[in-house]
């Protein structure tokens, strides 16, 4: 029997995304424009399947040629014959989808695998059996005999993500370990380069040991092209090692990106999106992060667009390493009366940020006011959706030149509904108040989150000509009383010296940001909340934060000591600054459940949320900020690695607890989105049902014109690869 970890279950949530009248009042230019991004975005995505695990591509090529020529319904007669059950053949059809849904076979929030919850020999029977293998037999017999096993297999190094062995990726070749991480990002800050679109392999040639730091581009060339002055590409010698930077990693890929972005440009509705895609296409082209950045400059500058998007190796938290971007693209139409709350909240943000708990010179010189806005999504490809993001992740264009904030509102309107008995340790009453306020509560916290969470906080930089961004003689440390003694060098980044718990570490910033700043009544009236509303929208905020902190344990791996979701990693720490509190503020305890299983309850008192609450968070929050302001990556990962532990002992006995939140787990819903397509002039919507079935449907007819290519591409990348993964 397969542990429940490790599949999906047949009831697994799954809603369509909405936006058919989004995209209905579009102009025809625009229409064109969200189409062309949108290809260029679904393409980008097959990325993440070649970023996720080895066999990622091959499960989904076999995948796409099954249900190309069957569709779930015609197939359904094929796995009956031979001789799956109705409950069977569903398992697989949810296996299908969530392969799709999450770009690969391990889950994209907690980064765990998954495999089919029916037998190996009943899936072979139903690949052998299927109109693809009867009409391509030896290819289909190859690409099922080269994955199978990969499928299955639930060794301890391949149940989660992780690097060495902590577990699978494929962001490193299998012989690296954290040493060479390490190692290779020293060698990429000598040279000025970001990790974010590139890939390591390691390999020994005689007595020498060489890495190659691979680029995400189109261009193989690795000499100076296009009119660049010289090539980041070429062998250097580094710490007595050999590094060699070389183009081309995803070539195929990136360049049907930019073969669909430059489509796009002819419908783009200025300047600034003109300039945006021609840098973004240098930028998949060669390989150039900083093409890409300059791309998000005149993104920023684009305000207020009906269409909103954004592509790119974008975020690091399923790099074992914190530093290296998972592909993803996003296109989306602006849903204007929401938008209007978040304009709200960036009007009132330099009145807010004063009250966050950090001196005035730990925050930045001028808050640079954002775009904020609320988006219906149309198109959202890469391994999974958020309910809001905050953009660009680089430091140096935030710091001096802004940035944006989105919040998904398509996403947010079906991802948390639920139903009272699926609402687990919570007290009867408390269910009530959270399934009212839940959705309410949590569009505070994803606005302060993303606008005044990640849109805060300086941090101190010495840049290479000896030159500081803050008064030394002045600047004292509000920890200690004595001076700031550490600070950022050159081209160091947050995420370059945090490595490993960057993202976790900058999530819990965020996070606590949100719970300190809707205590605030101004922030509540902007959303509409007064009164008691407002009271009940603050206490289940708080009451969800701590619930979820709980809720994450499932995403801790006891075996390698490690978290394998940054976000809940992050509210689990907040649990436990809560918790530690004391005075009551929160109580956590084991309870037997009415069926006679472990259970548990958290409560938080809220007469106490204003006081005990506010003041954890105002100490916890001030000592996040400064150690991350300051670059004390040794204070910061004391103070992190400390609430981050799961154990045994103590008041509560986390372990024990872990596999109670297993026992009772609810699987994150899947989302099934709208493909576009060009019918003489017009843009076309094809919308799907929310369902298995209209999931699988959505891939089968998202790549059909150029499907054969497109698969014998995946296979090939991943065939000249395959080599590289083993330790």
Not at 388 to 405: A, C, H, L, M, V
Not at 471 to 489: A, C, F, I, L, Q
Not at 502 to 526: F, M, T
């Amino acid at each position: 029997m397969v542990d429940s970890q490790y599949y999906l279950p047949n009831s697994i949530g799954i809603s369509a995304l909405d936006c058919a009248e989004a995209f209905r009042l579009l102009s025809p230019q625009e229409k064109m424009y969200a189409h062309y991004l949108s290809r260029a975005a679904w393409y980008g995505g097959l990325a993440v399947l070649l970023q996720t695990s080895p066999e990622s591509a091959n499960i989904f090529v076999l995948l796409q040629r099954m249900f190309r020529k069957q569709t779930p319904a015609q197939l359904e007669q094929v796995a009956t014959a031979a001789g799956l059950s109705a409950d069977e053949y569903k398992a697989f059809l949810v296996y299908a989808a969530g392969v799709y849904a999450n770009m690969g076979n391990y889950k994209s929030f907690g980064d765990t695998k998954f495999v089919p919850n029916l037998s190996k020999d009943k899936m072979g029977a139903l690949v052998k059996a299927s109109q693809a293998f009867q009409e391509q037999p030896a290819e289909m017999e190859t690409l099922w005999d080269g994955c199978s096993c990969l499928v299955y297999s639930l060794e301890d190094k391949q149940k989660q993500l992780g690097l060495g062995d902590k577990g699978i990726t494929t962001y490193f070749s299998g012989n690296c370990c954290l040493e060479d991480a390490e190692l290779a990002q020293k060698f990429l800050d000598s040279k000025k380069l970001s990790a974010y679109n590139t890939r390591l392999f390691k390999k020994d040639v005689g007595a020498k040991t060489c890495y190659e730091v691979r680029l995400a581009s189109a261009v193989k060339k690795d000499c100076a092209v296009d009119g660049e002055c010289e090539t980041c590409c070429g062998t250097f010698s580094f710490e007595d090692k050999e590094f060699t930077v070389k183009r081309g990693d995803y070539a195929p890929i990136m360049e049907k990106v930019c073969f669909y972005l430059e489509k796009a440009q002819a419908y783009a509705a200025n300047e600034n999106q003109r300039r945006m895609i021609e840098e973004y296409r240098r930028s998949f082209s060669l390989g150039s992060v900083e093409a890409h950045k300059e791309g998000s400059r005149f993104w920023i500058k684009d305000k207020g667009p009906i269409v909103e998007s954004y592509i790119g190796f974008i975020e690091s938290y399923r790099d074992p390493f914190g530093s290296r971007g998972e592909f993803e693209g996003f296109v989306a139409v602006v849903n204007k009366a929401m938008s209007e709350r978040f304009a709200k909240l960036v009007s009132s943000a330099e009145v807010l940020l004063p009250e966050l708990p950090w001196p005035r010179e730990f925050e930045k010189d001028k808050f640079l006011k954002p775009d904020f806005t609320s988006l219906d999504v149309l198109t959202f490809a890469g391994s999974g959706i958020p309910a809001g993001i905050n953009i660009p992740n680089y430091d140096d264009i935030r710091q001096s030149e802004g940035f944006k904030n989105v919040s998904l509102g398509n996403v947010l309107a079906v991802a948390y509904a639920t139903e009272k008995e699926k609402v687990t340790f919570l007290e009867e009453d408390d269910k009530d108040l959270f399934i009212k306020w839940k959705s309410p509560s949590f569009e505070v916290q994803v606005g302060l989150h993303e606008l005044l969470g990640h849109g805060s906080g300086k941090l101190f930089v010495q840049d290479d000509t000896g030159k500081f961004n803050f008064d030394r003689e002045k600047v004292v440390n509000p920890e200690t009383g004595e001076p700031v003694s550490s600070w950022y060098h050159g081209s160091e980044t947050w995420d370059s010296k945090f490595t490993t718990i960057a993202s976790s570490y900058e999530e819990c910033r965020a996070e606590c940001v949100g719970l300190y700043l809707c205590l605030n009544k101004e922030v509540l009236s902007i959303f509409g909340h007064s009164g008691q509303d407002a009271e009940d929208v603050v206490y289940v905020n708080w009451l969800s934060m701590v619930r979820a902190g709980l809720l994450g344990l499932e995403f801790y791996t006891p075996e390698s000591k490690s978290w394998r979701q940054a976000h809940m990693q992050a509210r689990f720490v907040i649990l436990r600054v809560l918790l530690e509190a004391g005075e009551g503020l929160v109580t956590l305890k084991e309870v037997t459940g009415t069926d006679g299983k472990p259970d548990a309850r958290i409560t938080i008192d809220r007469s106490k949320i204003y006081t005990v609450g506010k003041l954890a968070i105002h100490n916890f929050l001030c000592k996040l900020q400064v150690l991350k302001s300051t670059a004390d990556v040794d204070g910061g990962r004391a103070l992190y690695d400390k609430y981050s532990t799961v154990s045994d002992s103590g008041a509560h006995n986390f372990l024990r607890l872990r596999e109670t939140v297993i026992l009772r787990k609810e699987d994150r819903k899947m989302f099934v989105q709208a493909n576009t397509r060009v019918n003489g002039e017009k843009v076309e919507l094809q919308e799907y049902e929310g369902s298995v079935s209209g999931l699988i449907q959505s891939f089968t007819e998202r790549f059909q014109e150029d499907c054969e290519q497109l698969e014998s591409d995946l296979l090939e990348l991943s065939r000249a690869d395959s080599c590289c993964w083993c330790s």
